[in-house]
């Protein structure tokens, strides 16, 4: 019996349990996996609904997140966010619970959900944590910005107080600075200073409490602003209070030192009076130092005498011991002073300590001659090359002469050419100047390693040698810049060029296209003569616009090459003129190619006008169709019979529906033409504009077929309806049709599955089964399409009018009723078929296990055949089995391959088989439950699964026993394979040991080949000069004995020592041999076992073989093109040299002739590349030897890395491996690698041995080699010396004949010589020649040094250049003793021509005051009317004077200095003695000093004139002066030099000043009196008065902003003189912004522009009320661009738009606005008149300097007047110029009429023969002057537009007087 399935109850008196139920356990096993699958179901249906909302949710989160900024968006998408996470948690888990006990196919199912669901959850997640975030940061920026508004509001209102107190602080600073100035000011007026002193301390307290006040404030702003939320405020306050803080220090920093000015003044009258005292005992101990100094200096003269050193010793002991003495005075001073006094004390100590130093200096003297030697050398070599730079920058210059001839227009090649030679020069002297300069700065750093005196002088030569340097580099730059500029000009004239010649091409277009931009003159022309015009147009356009680009690209490319430039913005000026010019050209060809491009339309508008006819005449066409085909419609009969055809007639609903769709295409066809056709009108009328009426002809036509097109259709629209009842009626019966048709094919289908039928094969089951499904389906399908079809036409019915729908829901609802029936019937048949499938199935899945089984048992037969194949090498009992294992004796491998891949395919298509089946009876079973009757059908498919199930099991096994004989038979030939490659590895090791064995042979072996290879190149060499072949040679060696095949002769080692000694005695420069070395060569050619060379070895020894160490192809030929190829040459080939390397012409390569000894083919191969690479090197045994070896040990290391790499990546592969044979294999392998590493240890130290080798070969050889070089440099050097030192003797003989002659010469001045002129000369000449001697030595000496500087420093070579460089060191002795006798001489002969001249010129002054003669007088009577005074004349008038007491050739030597004539102005600084007042001296009323009285005391620095001369106070002994202040005009006597040596007064030349802009020459001292004349730029001034200060008004300065352009700077509110510039004005300033308007009614009015807040308004009319607006409105102008209209005064609210001012003004005159208070400032811009200025802040006074006024005489017209001195105005001038950059001397005032007479070199002294004048048409400065250098005279420019200065006045003691003063100098020193 079997237990119910229901109606359980537990307990048993319980209630019954519905959810228990009793049933078959493979029932139950199906029913509890349907349930799973349900509930997967069920659970997939919830999780796709959760997801759907999720992702909606999702994706309005992210909307209304926007950019996550706004809280409320952010707060909204997190309340979207959170219940999806909720819900799609809870799905997660019901899909957890639902898959507990689901069958594989709804894990797979439940893993793709949780995947998507787990995907999606994480997309939630990560927004709503972005939503998070950023809800956090939206609020915190909230805050923040709240608390910046809040914060940044009170801090505001703190800022201008705070800054208001902190510049009201430093104003205070400033006038307590200011006062602190009137101390200085106060000078000796006690009274004066003491006040000073009172009011700074006043001022001082004033301006501390002023910061204390400030600091406080701004200390308790501070806290409160650290109170503050917002950060960015917090910052703000920080960074503005902290500057006001810093301002504060700074202004601190001014006041503190003016606290003590009391005190600081009385320690400074203390200071004074001690460093009197200290002066007093300080001097003294100087002037000592001075005289220890003198005598030192003594020294430095090459012959210095024991007397002088003792002298200078005991002057240094004195001085120092007074300067020790006033040491301890300053240290006692020390003691007790404080402040100032302690200061000045320790400045004075200061300075006696600088003596102290200098008399350690003078130690020092001795040390610097020895090093006198080097400086000397050293300075030589630096004139030499900056001598060089000198010659290439006067090339430079030279080449730029062309451009000096006055010729401006050059032709433009010859331009080029010119500028390119420029060029050229420039960068060879830019090049020698930059190799000069390297040279003197690494001089100089070596200059730093001499003693202190000499690296002084040394560096101060060097610095004057950088600063001719300098010289030449600046006229170097100047070249540049002219030949820049020249070559800007040259761009500029061929840019002209391009573009002049693209306008005329420009206008070549507009005149042949000037008859198509004409509409008129077209019109009259024919088609041929405007097709022919615009071909010529667009010809000339083309031709245009290709020059116009190729002109652009040219500017372009100028462009670019000016920028970055000095130039670059005047050339891109001028550049961009020329672009302007070509986008006008542009411009005028563009309109020519827009007529000529419009041609072809002006022709094709009239057939436009015919095109569109056209196309309205078709459409009227299609519309008379269509109403015809219309007609069709309403009688289709007619219109069948009317066709002519043979087939059968069609019915009337065809015909009608045919006829239907040509109307509707029809219709559409001839709407979409007539659209068409008033598009394309309308186009015309847009774009033809001159043929609007023709074409506005063509709307009433287009409208008129609109309507009939309209109608038609409509007619149509009614027929159609009708037709379409028709189409539905017979759809509905075709459906109908379909549907009994599909019922049929479901009845035959069935007809297999009744009882009546055959039984079904197996095989044919499922194809039975799929046909009857498949006839089901469609019969389903065919059903439900027809009722859906039904349901369409019913909605389709409700849209035609009533009629048509009423007929046609009759006929649908008869064919719905008939489908109903069908249905019905469908039903009954998939009943009656479910018991008849049911034993039709269970025959085709008996039928599928059973083949499953079949093949099951197929696999495990092949498994078997595997298993007995491998059992000899399965197990280890057997020991000839474990025997025939070791030796490797397997079976095959292909035979195990084959059936290991057998037994796989078996056990593949087995399991494919048994899958297969499982899946049929799956579906079986599916399809069983899902019927009512299949519980039999469930319960066998389910018993024939378990044997399936089974049969899955059985191949598993198999597939592990398969598996692990593939791993057995895998580690056996692993393991074999791993071995073999260890044991090929040992062998190679042992073969690379026994080949490198002759290489680690003892070090006497290595040394033997050396010598050998040495001896054997030596007797080569004896072959090749006695042309002997190697066999005579042997015969020879064998002394003539013939040998036999018994007795073979051979060369014995007596006689080959005694030939290679013979070779030596013969060619005695070759390198010698010693006994024991020509032995170990002889060992090495017989051998061990040999004691003679037989002829064999012995010749063999003389061939020349090579080895190939680069693949290289031999040739037939020597030349290689052309040449045949004999065959490759491979590397470590042995060829045999059969001629000499020799190289190949045509590709300049070494070729040789050779033999390969391999096959003995004959040719050419390459020595060596022409890149380097060497193909052939000459062999020997040894390096084939080493080749070998080295070739080894590559193939050995190759080998253990492959080797190991293999091990190691099989021990890899099996690291997973823990147990079976490849475990056992993996032990295995691991076992080898010792051993390969035992190989790789050998083979390091094999390569060890081998390099140790190598390296002990090298070595031998390296000491040969150094021995043979050593010998032969012995030889040369000895002979290098001998020839230097005969030449250096020879220089000596002749330098000690020379030098004491004009060492005498020198030290009596010529006083012995009857002529010194010309002794001095004979002995110049003399002098001359030893140096030239001293050179040609020194070059020989450096030559040879230079020749052995590549050799070692030590040996031979290394002794010869020491014993060279004492002898240059001699020679330079000798060198630099004649330059220094050379200049001694030039010096004393100097000296002389000076004391004349100084004679001569001290006579001419006296005779000239004691005749009282006027200079002007005197120019005039020697000059006899010309421009100065002729030689002659002076000469003469020199003669007459009586009583000169010169000496004899005084005069003659004088008269050198005025060869070239007299100027007037040279005559008056000649006549008139200037001295120059250098210390503090009073002028006196007497020349004794004790008699007179102070007039006054002069200023340092004052000038004074000479009136009286050769006085002196007797009394005192002191020279004096009479003279006259030039300042004050005050006569009176003066001090020259004081009795201790104190010099007061020095020479100067006579005041000029030269005007430099326009300035007034006025009456009186005072600036404001009245004009005498104006001065013009360049006339000179005599100073005869001044300068004087004086001292200024104030003026009152006002800071502002002008309205115009609001700019702000400082004006002048009233200047010195009282005159106002501005006064205040009646202005209204805009407080709020507003429009300004045209009229006074806003509406009718036009806004003009808004005004600015600030801004100035001037009140033109009003105000006026607006009484409907109640507004109250001005009319205004305003003040910034003078616009005009009206405002709005007062608004609607009460709120005040402008009010008025008090702090505008308008300019009454044209003032400058500068940048700052003082006057004078940089200029910001011009107040023009009427302008308005806004003050911002109060006015203020300005004290100007005081200005010096000076008294002067022009030299033009004689007129006097004052003057004031400024830099701008007036400078200093002298009759004497310096060239200071290289000119050009004219013939003329005018520099472009002028001819050229010579360049002017910088550094050139010129002497002015007139005053300078402005060249009127270039405004320069030019003057008329006469070279010293050979007396031209001419016109030059003193400065350039550009401001750079030409000449330069020399400023100071004229020439003449510095050379007397030097003169009497020198003499005074010698006595």
Known sequence: MTPPANGWKIPWDGAVRDSISVVNKASASAVAENDVQSKVKGVASEIAAASSAAKTALEQAKAASGDYTSTEGLKTAESLLHPQLTALAEAMKKLTEAQRGASPQALRQVTQLRSALQTLMTSINVELGKVKNSKGKAEQSEKNKAADERDMAAFMEVLPEATAKSNAAEDAVEKAVITSEMIAAGGEDLDEVQAAVTATEQAVQEAQKAMGEARIFINAKQASARRFESEKVKAKAASDLGQLQSQLQEAQSKLNPLKNVRQEYVQRTAARKVVQEVLEKLSPAEVDVDRAEEATAVLSAEVSSKEAMQQAQQAVTKAGDHMAQVLRFIDAKKKTAVGKAKEELLKMEERARASTTRLSELKETQKEATERVGLEALLQEAAEKLQTVGQTVAKAADAETPFLMGVEDIPLEEMLTSVKACEVAVTSANTAASIARMFIATKLVEAKRFTAALSTEAQEKLKEFQTELETHTKRLGELKKATADRKRAMTMREAEHEVDKAEELAAKVAEVGAALVNDEQLSELSSADIKNASEQTIKAEQAASKHLSETRKFLTARQIEAKGKESSSEVSTELIKFETRLRTAQTEIAKYKKAASTVDQRLAAKKSIEDAQAKVGAVSDKIQKLIEMSEAITNPTSANEDEESKEPRESDEKVLQKNMRAAEQAAADAQASLKAAGRFVDMQLRTQSTLEKEIEKLKPHIDELQQKLDSTVASMRERSEKAVVEAIRTESESRLKEVEDCLLKLSTAEQPFSPEAEEIAAEKVSDALAALEAALQAANAAVSGAKTFVGVKKLSARRLSDASKKSAEGQLKEVADRLEEHAKTLANTKKNMSDRKTSVVKKEVEAKVEEAAKKVQEAEDATGMLTSIGTTTKKGENAEAETKSKEGEMPPADEMKAACEKAGTTQQEARTCVTSAQKLLLARQKDAKMATSGSTLVSDIAVLLDKLSKMVAALDKQKVALKDQEHRFVAERLQKDAEDNVDKLEAKLASALEVASPLTSDEEEMAAVVFLGHAVDRLKQHLKDTAKTPKELFTELCEGKEGTPADPRGVTEDAFTAKMKALEVQSPENTTFSEAQLKAAFKRLTGKDSEEVMEAKFINEFRTRYLCTGSVTMTDGMVIKGGKSVRKIDVNEVLEGLGEPAKEEALGLMRIHVKAEKDGKEGYVTVSGNQGSVYLEVYTTYVALQKTAEQNLKDLTEAAKETSKYLDTKVDELKGVRGGPLADTKAALLKLKPRVSKVQGSYAELKKQVAQADKKLSQVMEEEKKRRIEAADKKAAAAMVDEIVQVVNSTEEDCSRTLPVAEGLIASLGSDAESPSTAMENSEKDLLAAQETLESTMSKIKTKMDDIKSQPSKGPYGEARNTLVKLKVKVGALESKCKKVATGLKAARDSLVIQSEAAVLKIFRTYARQQAVQPDELFKKLSAGTENI??????????????????????????????????????????????????????????????????????????????????????????????????????????????????????????????????????????????????????????????????????????????????????????????????????????????????????????????????????????????????????????????????????????????????????????????KLATGSALVRQIEKGEAFEGLDAPKAEKRESVQRARGRNLADSTEGWFTIAAKSFTPWSPTYKCMQSTVLTDGLEITDGKTLRKLESGETLDALQTPVLEPKSGLLRVRVRARKDSVCGFATVRGNQGTVLLKPVIGQSDTEKQALTASAKAASKK
């Not at 005869?1584 to 400082?1610: F, H, I, Q, S």
């Open 1430 to 1715: 002729s030689a002659t004349a002076l000469r003469e008038y020199l003669d007459q004077i009586p009583n000169t007491s010169l000496r004899a050739g005084q005069l003659d030597m004088a008269m050198g200095r005025f060869a070239t004539g007299l100027t007037k102005l040279s005559l008056l600084d000649l006549l008139q003695e200037y001295q120059k007042c250098i210390k503090d001296i009073a002028l006196t009323s007497s020349l004794e000093v004790k008699d007179g009285k102070t007039l006054r005391k002069l200023a340092k620095d004052e000038v004074l004139e000479v009136l009286e001369v050769g006085k002196s106070d007797e009394a005192a002994s002191l020279p004096r002066l009479r003279c006259r202040a030039i300042m004050d005009q005050m006569e009176g006597w003066v001090t020259v030099q004081g009795n201790q040596g104190t010099t007061f007064l020095e020479q100067t030349s006579k005041p000029f000043f030269c005007c430099e802009v326009d300035s007034q020459l006025h009456s009186a001292f005072e600036s404001s009196s009245s004009d005498v004349r104006k001065v013009q730029p360049g006339e000179v001034l005599e100073l005869l008065e001044g300068p004087r200060k004086e001292e200024p008004p104030e003026t009152l300065r006002l800071r502002g902003k002008a309205t115009k352009d609001g700019k702000v700077g400082y004006v002048t509110l009233r200047d010195m003189a009282g005159n106002d510039n501005f006064e205040l004005a009646k202005l209204l300033v805009c407080r709020q912004s507003i429009a300004i308007t045209t009229t006074f009614d806003i509406a009718a009015g036009k806004a003009i522009r808004k005004l600015e807040v600030g801004e100035a308004l001037e009140l033109l009319e009003g105000p006026q009320e607006d009484a409907v607006r109640s507004l109250s409105r001005i009319r205004v102008l305003a003040k910034k661009d003078s616009k005009e209209g009206w405002v709005t005064l007062k608004g609607n609210q009460g709120t005040s738009y402008a009010e008025e001012s008090q702090k505008h003004y308008i300019c009454k005159n044209s003032v400058p606005m500068e940048s």
